[in-house]
């Protein structure tokens, strides 16, 4: 069932721009995109960091006013700082294939919310309650013409926490280059109270690998819709998720199965068993790529640096665990043997389903495989995002962005992985009733 809280909860206290505290020169003022870029829709990537109550001086903290003020000048400033490094952010979509790095700025809001943090992050509904520390109708939306690249909302609840959220635009960079910018607003951030000044190094490359001139243009087609969608948040605790590794590893002959490989292929098993449709299936993850490139990229690189392997399953025997996670951990090393540039499988999927004028993941027959894509965030460490009061107490991606897909990521400082699961409402109601799922869930 849909759930929402009360909009009268939230009040936004002040709206405005945040531009680069240098203008950027004229040499940066159009950034290319690649053709893995422009492959991506519009769509914002929306993160939400939770921190407890953030210690100020007495005489602030007796006016919640003057509170969220404070904060919020502070966060301002330091993302002023941080723009001048990451200015494409800053700028806005000039066509498909350039980001105009004019200075217009990121949108910054500051919120009040009538109710305790533990409220959200205790409510049943979590998966849905966390979305009130969104802008309204913005996570996973595509970004309009001319509109910010980069959205920041900063809210102050009653108990004195306070959560901080911030929606990218998919199209200057993946998650790897989200925890970049992170890192390094989080860092000068700090670095502001201690009166030091933090010039982060971040390295856009633009389409310099790939090129767009090879492939043509693309007006990508994907866009959200969570009309008839239900989102469930997943925890698999590290002691359930160590005997089902250890399971899949005896009965399949994979050494040491990652968490992500057999949590993956758990919720694709899953899936399919609980669909209507008997249609081959598909599991898709996209596949961080910066150091199967050569030379290699570091880490601070940013932008779309991806490829994708996939498994499909056509019949009962391909969707049981020891099959799937060999599968997996094949089409892994058989990844690593590739060319990135020239055998990009992401790349080769646009490519092809734009020379046959269909939809990628369309088959030759014109329809679509029931395709489920995987975003492993697993071992990037967004729980360590510091802007000067300790970790946060909780992560969380706002609910979206469609149906059949899966977003995995660390569960508190590694102790097991929170898989958010996104299915057509039907599906998930089958789904929900697994046994073997039920299993190795807290």
């Known amino acids: 069932m849909a759930f929402a809280l009360p909009s009268t909860l939230v009040s936004v206290f002040d709206k405005s721009l945040i531009k680069p505290s240098s203008l950027t020169p004229s040499t940066q003022r159009f950034h290319k995109l690649s053709f893995v870029d422009q492959s991506l829709s519009n769509m914002y990537i929306p993160f939400a960091f939770f921190y407890p109550k953030v210690q100020q001086s007495e005489e602030i903290s007796r006016n919640s006013h003057d509170e969220l003020s404070h904060i919020a000048h502070l966060l301002q400033t330091s993302l002023s700082q941080t723009l001048v490094s990451y200015y494409p952010y800053a700028g806005k979509l000039r066509d498909n294939a350039t980001v105009d790095c004019n200075d217009m700025g990121a949108e910054f809001l500051s919120v009040r919310i009538k109710c305790s943090m533990s409220e959200i992050l205790d409510h049943p509904h979590a998966a849905h309650a966390e979305g009130i520390v969104f802008p309204k109708d913005l996570p996973w939306a595509n970004n309009y013409e001319g509109g910010n690249l980069l959205v920041v909302q900063v809210s102050k609840f009653d108990c004195g926490g306070i959560a901080i959220s911030i929606c990218f635009s998919h199209k200057i960079g993946d998650g790897c280059s989200v925890l970049n910018f992170l890192n390094d607003w989080s860092s000068v951030t700090r670095d502001h109270m201690m009166t030091k000044t933090l010039i982060p190094s971040p390295r856009f490359i633009g389409d310099s690998i790939f090129s767009t001139q090879k492939y043509g243009l693309i007006t990508p087609q994907i866009v959200s819709d969570l009309s008839e969608c239900v989102q469930k948040r997943l925890i698999f605790p590290t002691d359930k998720l160590d005997a089902l590794r250890a399971k899949v590893a005896v009965e399949s002959g994979v050494e040491n199965p990652t968490r992500a490989e057999v949590v993956s292929a758990l919720l694709f098993k899953c899936a399919t068993k609980a669909s209507s449709s008997m249609r081959p299936s598909k599991l898709v993850h ?45 089409e892994v090393e058989v990844a690593y043997k590739k060319d990135q540039v020239e055998q990009n499988e992401l790349i ?75 299915l057509h409402k039907q599906q998930m109601s089958e789904f929900e009733r697994n046994e073997e799922l039920f299993e190795f869930i807290a």
Not at 312 to 319: G, R
Request: aromatic share 10%.
């Open 286 to 330: 996209f596949l961080n790529i910066r150091t199967m490139i050569k030379p290699r990229l570091p880490r601070n690189t940013i932008g779309n640096i991806l490829s994708m392997f996939s498994t499909t399953a056509t019949n009962e025997q391909d969707i049981e665990l020891p099959s799937l996670v060999r599968n997996l951990r094949k």
């Open 348 to 422: 080769l999927e646009v490519v092809e389903s734009i020379r046959k004028g269909k939809m990628p993941f369309e088959n030759k027959d014109g329809y679509h495989e029931n395709v489920y894509i995987c975003s492993n965030l697993c071992k990037y460490p967004y729980d360590t995002v510091d802007f000067g009061w300790g970790r946060p107490e909780s992560v969380c991606i706002a609910n979206g962005p469609f149906k059949n897909a899966f977003i995995l990521k660390d569960y508190k400082a590694g102790r097991g992985v929170e898989a958010r699961v996104m």
